[in-house]
């Protein structure tokens, strides 16, 4: 069964420094990743998604992340943050073939930004 | 505007009832999903549906039920048999059922449910 990793609970930092979400998933078959934001008392949005191709995925509000197959991670980067950017980061994976492979969450990272 | 509506935002309830809660999507898309998200917890799946009157079990089923008679309602069902159902409720829809789970999924505002 596939699985989501993601390292930290809550990463707290300051208004306009970098951040990294770290997610690491357990599966020897190609995969779908995404990540997805969570922000106070509402449903979940897509940030962005690795199918395939470039290993670089390029996301909304300036996020990024990197597939690394060797190391089976799928990090969540961005440069600069602002304190809008406060809200749960949820990693997903799931297989290409879709039907009835289900999408596997991780528990969540907390980004609290401060000014 | 298209999306995905959840009722009510706020829900509460006795224990030992059943309450229903409501999903409309006018996206057009062939699948739902509900999950369950508890904190620390991540998203629990209870049940989806890739086409009108058909639904399986997801991973937390017991104590859930739910019906699926128009595209774009899924409501769902918290019965007395479920043990701890306070938590927020997310539901989800995704375009083409054939690609279903690996396909971007959209979500409602949520319904938080709390047993008193």
């Known amino acids: 069964a596939q699985s989501v990793t993601q390292l930290d609970s809550q990463v707290p930092v300051f208004e306009e420094a970098p951040v990294e979400l770290r997610c690491n998933y357990s599966?020897?078959?190609?995969?779908?990743l995404f990540w997805y934001v969570q922000y106070p008392n509402q449903g979940l949005q897509l940030l962005l998604k690795?199918?395939?191709?470039?290993?670089l995925v390029k996301g909304i509000n300036g996020f990024e992340a990197e597939f690394n197959k060797s190391q089976t991670s799928f990090h969540l980067r961005k440069p600069s943050v602002h304190i809008s950017d406060t809200a749960e980061y949820f990693c997903?994976?799931?297989?290409?073939?879709?039907?009835?492979?289900?999408?596997?969450f991780g528990k969540g990272t907390k980004l609290t930004v401060n000014p | 505007d298209g999306g995905i509506t959840q009722s009510p935002k706020y829900l509460f309830r006795k224990e030992g009832q059943n309450v229903t809660l409501s999903c409309e999507q006018n996206?057009?898309?062939?699948?739902m999903y509900w999950y369950r998200q508890d904190p620390g917890q991540g998203l629990r799946l209870i049940y989806y549906?890739?086409?009108?009157?058909?639904?399986q079990k997801g991973d937390i089923a017991e104590g859930y039920s739910v019906s699926r008679e128009k595209k774009e309602s899924f409501p769902l069902t918290v019965t007395s048999a479920q043990k701890n159902p306070t938590a927020f409720y997310l539901c989800?829809?995704?375009?083409?059922?054939?690609?279903?789970?690996?396909?971007?999924?959209?979500f409602g505002p949520g319904t938080r449910l709390t047993v008193l």
């Open positions: 599966s020897s078959v190609s995969v779908y």
């Open positions: 989800a829809s995704t375009p083409d059922r054939g690609l279903s789970f690996a396909d971007t999924q959209y």
């Open positions: 996206l057009n898309h062939d699948a």
């Open positions: 997903a994976v799931t297989k290409p073939w879709g039907g009835s492979e289900k999408l596997v």
């Open positions: 549906s890739q086409i009108v009157n058909d639904f």
């Open positions: 690795y199918l395939s191709g470039s290993t």
